[in-house]
């Protein structure tokens, strides 16, 4: 059975490197489609292209204006296809105007060398079973984020003041993740992972919707069956703007997932 990350982000090929594309309201947050899913409609494309290739190792993309829920087309251009990687540019389009342009290397992470070297710590959470579900979220959040019924997300009760009115203050959040349905998440699948969580300002009292301007997710490994751990931090607020910077974890404890994402400061 298809898992529902697969149908959601599944594409028609028209030829020549487009594809279209159902955006599915089930990924509405706040003011629009949640940018970590159009990037894993926009890494499927990308890996559809390269077949040989499969998995992003590098993606940036720049967000230009925000998709609604609905038809919409994805383009794709090979820049430079070599032995172990290949260089793709994509956009994905709506109603005429370009959502989302962006570039991408992509290789078979199974294919890369197997040695580790990392002075990285991962995050240390709580168990599972006692950290707080995304489902007790308030009423009128689960209605404005559809999203977070994609998604069994279980946040570090250390992180979580925010939704009490008592942020820390330290810019940091973080969570085991899964996917609802209990599918294990693909390499592509980690694009949507990096910007999953509330926005990292959410812990600096500024709740709202945070418009992405810039996402850059570097993949690291094939993550390994089972729950994911997420952490989020900001550490510059400035010019109406803010940085949030992501690390994923898989259950093996290995790093599998890095991004940095510029984003716009959500306003009262």
């Not at 085991?176 to 600096?204: E, K, N, S, Y």
């Amino acid at each position: 059975m298809a898992s529902e990350w697969d149908t959601h982000t599944s594409l028609t090929d028209a030829g020549d490197g487009l594809f279209g594309a159902e955006l599915d309201p089930g990924w509405v947050v706040g003011g629009g489609v949640n940018g970590g899913y159009l990037l894993g409609v926009i890494g499927r494309a990308v890996a559809e292209t390269v077949p040989a290739k499969p998995h992003p190792l590098a993606v940036s993309a720049y967000y230009l204006s925000a998709s609604r829920p609905g038809p919409a087309q994805v383009s794709t251009r090979v820049l430079r296809e070599g032995g172990s990687v290949a260089t793709v540019s994509a956009e994905l389009g709506q109603e005429g105007a370009t959502r989302i342009t962006a570039l991408a290397t992509y290789g078979d992470l199974r294919a890369m060398p197997s040695d580790v070297g990392t002075t990285a710590v991962q995050p240390t959470l709580p168990p599972v079973e006692e950290c707080v579900p995304a489902s007790l979220a308030p009423e009128d959040v689960l209605r404005s984020a559809p999203l977070l019924e994609r998604l069994d997300l279980r946040f570090d009760p250390a992180c979580v003041g925010w939704a009490m009115g008592a942020p820390s203050g330290n810019g940091h959040i973080q969570a085991w993740f899964r996917m609802a349905d209990g599918h294990d998440v693909d390499p592509v699948g980690l694009l949507m992972v990096c910007d999953a969580l509330p926005p990292v300002t959410f812990d600096l009292g500024r709740p709202g919707w945070a418009p992405t301007l810039e996402l850059t997710v570097h993949v690291r490994a094939v993550p390994a069956p089972g729950w994911l751990k997420v952490s989020h931090r900001t550490r510059n607020v400035a010019g109406g703007m803010f940085e949030e910077d992501c690390e994923v974890w898989d259950s093996t404890g290995r790093l599998v997932a890095q991004s940095r994402q510029l984003a716009m400061q959500p306003r009262a």
